[in-house]
């Protein structure tokens, strides 16, 4: 079916699959604090009262070739002063730290939600099931249970708490929510991710380069997304259509990407390899999913929306598969208007490669969604654009 779209660009509106999962809206959060990444490098060595030339003028190269301009954080002014012992070497800060971030993924969940709920246009009371994802938080009862009830849910919503995946943890919410929607006729699932840096937050430390990274590269913010197969016509309005999903992790590198809680927050150490197995092996797992869209030969006939861990992943990435330089392109510019969100970013990419897909005569059909983690763990789902 063809329509004219805003900028007067005649688009195709295909029809969704039946039975098949599709994605019919999409929502944002942020925290109130926006970091220009120019602004950093002084606002962080102030803070934690580091004095170390060296380490900042490493962060300041850091900061340029991250790519990333803006950022969104929960730490702020406030909060250190309140809260001292944060910006100190050693401190045993975990309880006040969740205490903060448990409160704050709650907020900029429920905003996201609210945000995806207004482009739905259905009530709060139609969620049947609700995913929840965030490495930012430990409670029992967990998040998903606060955002039910600051939402309004319905009490036998069926819940899923997904905790700890990191970055790859939004594809896999969209695959658990894909195979809720298509399993269960008539369901409407919201996926939520949030998260917040404040559980890493700590002065730089020779002992851990990896920080400065940290500091480079993250952000804080929400996602909200709402699934359901079979759409109700001239009520619900999907833009993308969730064909098939798969997981693989890479045997033997679980120490690539690796986290620990404690009582001084989370560390994180990363591998210099990281880039390099996600090169030597994103190939096969890209042609595995391609090959379920039946008549696709060139990577370039697709959209991708790849989660932005990093430029080097990035540029490795369409090095490797050959991409023309624009298929890229709506990660890039996620990573630098927000930085790498963790799980959230997947969503930005989306919400982009959506308005991208809309705004242009006869767009891509198919596309990928892809993000990588600790495990190395690589998620995928092929994409379908309605638009």
Not at 87 to 104: D, F
Not at 168 to 187: C, F, H, M, Q, W
Not at 281 to 292: D, H, Q
Request: charge should be negative; hydrophobic fraction near 35%; proline fraction near 5%.
């Amino acid at each position: 079916m063809s329509k004219m779209n805003g900028n007067n660009v005649s688009t195709i509106t295909r029809l969704p699959t039946p039975g098949k999962a599709t994605v019919l809206a999409i929502g944002k959060a942020f925290p109130s604090q926006v970091v220009p990444q120019d602004c950093l490098v002084e606002g962080y060595f102030r803070d934690t009262n580091c004095m170390d030339s060296a380490m900042k003028e490493k962060l300041e190269r850091l900061c340029k070739t991250t790519t990333v301009k803006t950022r969104y954080t929960v730490m702020s002014k406030e909060i250190l002063d309140q809260y001292p012992e944060l910006a100190t070497e050693g401190s045993a800060t975990i309880s006040q730290r969740l205490s903060i971030a448990n409160q704050a993924v709650t907020e900029m969940a429920k905003e996201a939600s609210l945000a995806c709920f207004k482009q739905w246009g259905r009530p709060a009371e139609d969620i049947t099931h609700v995913v929840y994802v965030s490495s930012s938080e430990i409670r029992l009862p967990g998040g998903d249970l606060y955002l039910a009830s600051e939402l309004g849910l319905r009490n036998d919503v069926n819940r899923v708490m997904l905790y700890f995946l990191g970055c790859y943890g939004g594809v896999t919410g969209l695959r658990i929510a894909k195979d809720i929607a298509e399993n269960n006729p008539g369901s409407r699932v919201l996926l939520t991710t949030s998260e917040t840096t404040i559980l890493g937050y700590r002065p730089p430390n020779k002992s851990r380069p990896y920080d400065l990274v940290g500091a480079a590269l993250f952000g804080d913010g929400a996602a909200a997304t709402i699934i359901g197969a079979d759409p109700i016509s001239e009520v619900e309005s999907p833009f993308m259509e969730l064909s098939y999903a798969t997981q693989q992790f890479l045997p033997g590198t679980h120490n690539v990407i690796d986290g620990r809680l404690t009582e001084e927050g989370i560390n994180f150490k990363l591998g210099r390899d990281l880039p390099q197995k996600i090169d030597d092996n994103i190939e096969g797992f890209c042609k595995k999913l391609m090959e379920k869209a039946g008549n696709l030969e060139d990577f370039n006939d697709m959209f991708w929306a790849v989660h932005p861990g990093g430029p080097a992943i990035l540029n490795r990435l369409e090095t490797k598969l050959k991409l023309r330089g624009e298929k890229l392109d709506c990660s890039r510019k996620a990573l630098m208007d927000f930085g790498n969100v963790s799980s959230n970013t997947i969503f930005y990419v989306m919400e982009y490669m959506r308005d991208e897909l809309r705004n242009k005569e006869n767009g891509e059909e198919w596309g990928l969604a892809l993000a990588f983690g600790p495990g190395i763990t690589f998620e995928g789902i092929l994409l379908r654009s309605l638009s």
